[in-house]
């Protein structure tokens, strides 16, 4: 079995189909390092978190020295809720040796002002930014804590596009989409680390809700809106995340699912919060099934913020605009797939994360389906 045909079959979201190779491929080599790392890999997109466990603690006894195998098992222990175990373990997700298309690399900032939980008394701290968007819209709402711990000054240094929206953030003294000058800092941390140093053993909500708010175009906004809804409630939709990610085939909702969703919404009108390209015959669809797409109105995540604070209810496979509006405290019904990210766990309809969000969740790996049917239960039944 190629390792190229198993990432091809994870890549159209496959799982299944992808595990069963790996399980033939683990059977004739029972401590292929690799194939060990794949089945837990499988295992964990297919929702088994504990059996992602088993495998990921059999890569480590075999190679204790590789850093992915250690932050592959975080990856299944967080997924299970296990935070004090996992958490040190993800310290070591931004090893210069690891391979990945979204490999965290701190390479450019001195290691040895690395903030590891030291004092921050008359000290300023850079927050870096890693990941996803969605990664830095959800732990940015730590800063505040920060200057509770004696910091001096807290800077945050984000990506392209969000420093406008973060600069509302509470506790934050500057931001910046460039890398500061080491001149302006005297330690630096990496935003998915401040659970860790924070002592956080669990998902947690916000100390305050929304911790962000919109910088740009509210009264536009809300002008727009209210002439759209005419007193009628309204939705934003977004059902597919960017088509360059890995999991995207996994994450996504097929657009002729999403139609069928919200062909019965109770009266709601809808609006497309849908950021990754569309085609011409997505966009003529949506707009004959009475779906209103903002595609370039949105210029930024304060727009699509602002937007957002003028809706009712947000419908999002997991994006970084569901974490926004999380973050914003709006009504958003999250849809997973069976295997989702492990902040989300492995069950329940709640998240200590974001108050305000409702998950629904695939039975069984690619079920949309049955996620449909229960989102089109929950639009008949609310007002």
């Not at 939709?237 to 109770?266: C, F, H, K, Q, T």
């Amino acid at each position: 079995m190629s390792q190229a045909a198993i990432d091809g079959l994870l890549r159209q979201g496959l799982v299944i189909e992808a595990r069963t190779q790996v399980d033939t491929w683990l059977a004739s080599e029972p401590e292929r390092l690799l194939a060990l790392q794949y089945q837990g890999l499988t295992r964990l997109y297919c929702g088994d978190a504990a059996g992602a466990e088993a495998s990921f603690r059999k890569a480590l006894a075999l190679a204790p020295e590789l850093p992915r195998n250690s932050a592959n098992l975080a990856i299944a222990l967080m997924a299970q809720g296990l935070y004090g175990e996992g958490l040190p373990l993800y310290e070591s997700r931004y090893a210069s040796d690891i391979v990945a298309h979204d490999r965290v690399s701190f390479a450019a900032l001195p290691p040895e002002r690395q903030w590891r939980g030291e004092t921050l008394a008359e000290r300023r701290l850079l927050l870096v930014r890693e990941q996803g968007y969605g990664d830095q819209i959800q732990f940015i709402r730590f800063a505040p804590r920060l200057h509770t711990l004696g910091a001096s000054r807290v800077t945050a240094w984000v990506s392209p596009g969000l420093a406008a929206l973060l600069s509302s953030v509470e506790g934050l003294d500057a931001i910046s989409e460039g890398m500061p000058a080491a001149d302006e800092y005297d330690l630096w941390c990496p935003l998915l680390s401040l659970p860790l140093l924070l002592g956080i053993n669990a998902p947690q909500a916000p100390d305050k809700l929304p911790y962000l708010r919109s910088p740009a175009r509210t009264a536009h906004w809300q002008q727009q809106i209210a002439s759209w809804a005419q007193e009628r409630p309204t939705v934003g939709i977004v059902w597919a995340g960017s088509p360059g990610n890995s999991v995207d085939a996994r994450r996504s909702l097929p657009a002729e699912l999403m139609l069928d969703m919200l062909r019965e919404r109770n009266g709601r009108v809808a609006v497309s919060l849908q950021l990754a390209p569309l085609g011409m015959e997505q966009i003529e669809q949506q707009c004959r099934d009475g779906i209103i797409p903002l595609l370039d109105m949105l210029s930024d995540f304060s727009d699509t913020a602002a937007v957002i604070e003028q809706l009712d209810l947000i419908i999002s496979v997991d994006t970084a605009v569901a974490h926004l509006a999380g973050a914003l405290g709006k009504p958003t019904w999250l849809l997973l797939p069976a295997g989702p990210d492990w902040r989300w766990g492995r069950q329940g309809e709640r998240t200590d994360w974001y108050p305000s969000m409702r998950i629904f969740r695939q039975p069984t790996p690619g079920d949309w389906g049955s996620v449909v049917q229960a989102v089109q239960k929950a639009l008949s039944s609310e007002e």
